[in-house]
């Protein structure tokens, strides 16, 4: 039981489909976020949920939309995917999100999704 | 902006032995956090230890301590009595005052050798 559980653990898709990435934490944090990494590359943040808001949007490209219905769960859909979208996702959460003494709350990670586009 | 470089893609060691993965970092901040998390072949990211700026002490985890040199904005991982569960890849991340934003570095793919 890691705490952060992600589904599907690997996806292929081709480039015309529709698909969603679940993530659910079961650890009471307040947080969520969605990290892509990509071979020899640095993680890279895509966007960060507080409290059920969306809070950070770095520049993701519009065929990837966020959704977080409760605190628990959070969700990426995909649509009209590019080859180079390949990668694995990964869902983290953390207890907060503050501007302040609490940014210590360091982050929990899901196993990942394996995303292939073909 | 912070930036994160970790100048080893590899390392290996042998069971027992001592290692050290390097990390060093750039930020105009005086206050942030540093992390170190591993990532098995399971692909789960593992907090391994953090470190508060303002802390002078070096922070310890059992076999895992780091070498925290503020003025150098350096920050190594040290890894004693490695074991053959400990092969992973490393990744030094940073985190500021503003937000929860983790910058990670590259990563270190450790091998531990039996």
């Known amino acids: 039981e890691t705490g952060v559980t992600q589904t599907p653990r690997h996806l292929v898709m081709g480039m015309t489909n529709k698909k969603s990435l679940k993530c659910e934490q079961h650890?009471?944090?307040?947080?969520m976020y969605w990290y892509k990494q990509s071979a020899k590359k640095p993680l890279e943040l895509m966007f960060v949920?507080?409290?059920?808001?969306?809070?950070e949007n770095n520049s993701v490209p519009s065929r990837f939309s966020p959704e977080c219905p409760n605190s628990s769960h959070l969700f990426l859909h995909l649509h009209t995917l590019q080859p180079e979208d390949s990668a694995l996702y990964l869902c983290?959460?953390?207890?907060?999100?503050?501007?302040?003494?609490?940014?210590?709350?360091?982050?929990?990670f899901g196993n990942g999704t394996r995303l292939t586009v073909t | 902006a912070q930036t994160v470089t970790q100048s080893q893609p590899e390392m290996s060691v042998q069971e027992a032995e001592t290692v050290t993965l390097s990390c060093t970092y750039d930020?105009?901040?005086?206050?942030?956090?540093l992390f170190w998390y591993k990532q098995p072949p399971s692909r789960q990211m593992i907090l391994v230890i953090r470190q508060e700026a303002y802390k002078q002490q070096n922070a310890t985890e059992n076999r895992f301590s780091v070498n925290f040199q503020k003025a150098a904005k350096s920050f190594s991982l040290k890894i004693s009595d490695s074991q053959l569960g400990d092969a992973a890849m490393y990744f030094c991340?940073?985190?500021?005052?503003?937000?929860?934003?983790?910058?990670f570095g590259e990563g270190t793919q450790l091998t531990v050798n039996p």
């Open positions: 650890l009471g944090h307040n947080a």
């Open positions: 983290a959460s953390s207890r907060d999100y503050l501007r302040g003494s609490s940014y210590n709350s360091p982050l929990h």
């Open positions: 930020t105009s901040e005086s206050d942030y956090y």
């Open positions: 949920y507080s409290l059920e808001e969306r809070v």
């Open positions: 991340a940073y985190r500021g005052t503003s937000g929860s934003r983790l910058t």
